[in-house]
């Protein structure tokens, strides 16, 4: 049987870093869930769809095929076939994935192709609702958090390096309202999983938070 690993929390947590740097350690598969709802975002962004338009959305979303294959160790995600990967990192498709994955449509969409992954191989998923819904099952469940003000000077100062100019509070407001969409929707709202770990990153360094994640993991194999 497969081990799956769950690592969940709100954007800016340093999920996808450490996910990454876990996966590679314990030689697991990595799966950002979240590229998968971008991809959707490009669509509908591309196709002029907005996620509140209940006609259009599930009509969309008939027409989206998502896949995720993996070139030397990277995830690459194909929305019909087409490579992606390289275009889904915008605040507007992050936004616009916010919106849509809160649609029960959006969501049974990639329900299966994130099971059938874990089925098949010692996975590590990070996203929003992998322990509580996706892999309830998973023998190693995280909620990876931490404080706003934390989340917004990481990402600041990850724009400011490509050289992108932006203002910390502006950024402060963007990552409170995805927290609290991503929160407060009907289905799969992002939470933790009563038997997952809570992990608070606000004061530890990326090095702590993967090697914490480990020991938790060499404890779970020991049983
Ligand atoms: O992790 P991210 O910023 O790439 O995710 C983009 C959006 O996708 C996020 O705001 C909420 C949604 N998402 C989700 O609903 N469930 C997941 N498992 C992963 C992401």
């Given at each position: 049987m497969s081990f799956n690993i769950a690592i969940d929390g709100p954007a800016g947590a340093g999920k996808s870093t450490i996910a990454r740097r876990v996966a590679k350690e314990l030689s697991f598969l990595y799966v950002d869930t979240g590229a998968l709802y971008r991809a959707i975002g490009l669509y509908l962004i591309r196709n002029g769809?907005?996620?509140?338009?209940e006609q259009a959305l599930p009509e969309a979303c008939r027409q989206i095929h998502i896949d995720i294959a993996y070139e030397n160790g990277e995830q690459q995600v194909y929305l019909n076939e087409e490579n992606v990967t390289g275009q889904i990192r915008t605040e507007e498709i992050g936004k616009m994935a916010s919106a849509a994955a809160a649609k029960p449509c959006v969501r049974e969409l990639l329900l299966n192709l994130q099971r059938d992954l874990a089925a098949r191989a010692d996975v590590l998923m990070d996203g929003r609702?992998?322990?509580?819904?996706?892999?309830?099952?998973?023998q190693l469940k995280i909620y990876l958090t931490a404080s706003v003000k934390t989340r917004a000077r990481r990402r600041y100062l990850e724009l400011v390096q490509k050289g992108d100019e932006c203002v910390l509070e502006e950024i402060e407001k963007v990552i409170e309202e995805r927290d609290y969409r991503d929160e407060h929707r009907?289905?799969?709202?992002l939470k933790k999983a009563e038997d997952a770990v809570l992990v608070d990153s606000?004061?530890?360094?990326i090095d702590q938070v993967v090697e914490q994640i480990i020991e938790l993991y060499r404890q779970r194999r020991r049983g």
């Open positions: 769809v907005s996620a509140e338009d609702d992998i322990g509580t819904n996706i892999l309830p099952g998973a009907d289905i799969a709202p606000s004061d530890m360094s």
